[in-house]
C-alpha cells in the first residue's frame, strides 16, 4: 500500500492507495474522522478493488487549514484523483462522506462510477438558529473531550467553535439535498442503520432516514442497499458486510453499464 501526502490549497493530506487493477473506491469519512474508520471495509472487499482512503483536513494526519468548508472537502475529493489518477470512482461515504458524495456525483456525471451513501446524505438538518444553537452548545459540552477522542479518530485538530462550524454548515447542506439527489445519474446505495446517535435520538434519526423516501420514489437510480441494526456511530465497524455488499452491488451495475 502505498502511503501519499497530497498538496491542496494551503493545506496536504494523508493519503492511501492500495492500487491494484480492481474497481477505484475512494472513500470519504465522517465529519471529524479518520481514514482508520474503513479498515473493516477495506478487508471485506480485499484485494478485487482499489482502496483509497484519506483523511480530511485537521483530521487523522493530515495538515490543519483556514478553510474547513464543504466547499474545500469537494476539492480535496479532486486533488485526491488527480493526485492518484484514479478514474469512474465508486464514492463510499459515511455520514459528512455520504454527503460529499453524493454531491461531487451530482456535479462530476461523467467522471463517478456509483456512490455508496452509508447512514448519511439524508435531506434532514438541524437547521435556524434554534439548531444553531443546539449544535454551539453540544460541542461547546464537549470542549474538554474533543482532544481526548482525537487520537481515536473522533474529532479534528480544531477548536470546539470550528468544530460547531463544520456541523452547522453540513446540517444546512443536507436539509437542501433533494435536489442534489434528484440530478444524481449513477448508481446510487444507501446502507442506513436504525438508532440513535450522539445530538440525536431514535426518533430524530427514524425521521432523518424517513426523509429519504420521496427521493427513492423519484429518482430511479436510488435504492436502499440494507437497513442495519447498529447506530450512526457503530454502523462501520458492526455492520462493514452489509457496506461492502452495496459496494460490490454498484460496482456490477457500473460494469454492466461501461
Given at each position: 500500500?502505498?502511503?501519499?501526502?497530497?498538496?491542496?490549497?494551503?493545506t496536504a493530506l494523508a493519503a492511501a492507495d492500495?492500487?491494484?487493477?480492481?474497481?477505484?473506491?475512494?472513500?470519504?469519512?465522517?465529519?471529524y474522522a479518520d481514514q482508520s474508520h474503513w479498515?473493516?471495509?477495506?478487508?471485506?472487499l480485499g484485494d478485487g478493488f482499489r482502496h483509497i482512503t484519506f483523511d480530511e483536513r485537521a483530521r487523522g494526519k493530515s495538515k490543519q487549514s483556514a478553510d474547513y468548508s464543504f466547499e474545500a472537502c469537494l476539492r480535496d475529493v479532486d486533488a485526491v484523483l488527480a493526485a492518484t489518477g484514479a478514474e469512474r470512482p465508486i464514492l463510499v461515504g459515511w455520514s459528512?462522506?455520504?454527503?460529499?458524495?453524493?454531491?461531487?456525483?451530482?456535479r462530476n456525471a461523467d467522471r463517478v462510477g456509483g456512490v455508496v451513501c452509508v447512514d448519511g446524505a439524508m435531506p434532514y438538518g438541524?437547521?435556524?438558529?434554534?439548531?444553531?444553537e443546539r449544535i454551539r452548545q453540544l460541542f461547546h459540552k464537549m470542549r474538554f473531550l474533543l482532544p481526548l477522542v482525537r487520537p481515536f479518530g473522533m474529532a479534528a485538530r480544531m477548536s470546539a467553535a470550528e468544530h460547531a462550524e463544520v456541523?452547522?454548515?453540513?446540517?444546512?447542506?443536507?436539509?437542501?439535498?433533494?435536489?442534489?439527489?434528484d440530478q444524481v445519474t449513477c448508481p446510487v446505495r444507501y446502507v442506513l442503520a436504525t438508532g440513535g446517535n450522539l445530538g440525536g435520538g431514535d426518533e430524530e434519526m427514524e425521521a432523518a432516514r424517513?426523509?429519504?423516501e420521496?427521493?427513492?420514489?423519484?429518482?430511479?437510480?436510488?435504492?436502499i442497499s440494507a437497513k442495519v441494526p447498529s447506530n450512526h456511530s457503530k454502523i462501520l465497524r458492526k455492520d462493514f458486510a452489509a457496506i461492502a455488499a452495496a459496494v460490490r452491488e454498484v460496482a456490477a451495475l457500473t460494469a454492466a453499464q461501461h
Open positions: 500500500m502505498a502511503q501519499l501526502t497530497i498538496p491542496v490549497d494551503d492500495t492500487g491494484g487493477s480492481g474497481p477505484a473506491v475512494v472513500y470519504l469519512n465522517g465529519a479498515r473493516r471495509v477495506v478487508t471485506e459528512y462522506g455520504a454527503t460529499t458524495a453524493a454531491h461531487w456525483a451530482a438541524l437547521t435556524g438558529a434554534e439548531g444553531e456541523n452547522i454548515e453540513i446540517n444546512a447542506i443536507v436539509d437542501a439535498i433533494a435536489p442534489v439527489l424517513a426523509s429519504l420521496p427521493v427513492l420514489a423519484r429518482n430511479p437510480n436510488i435504492l
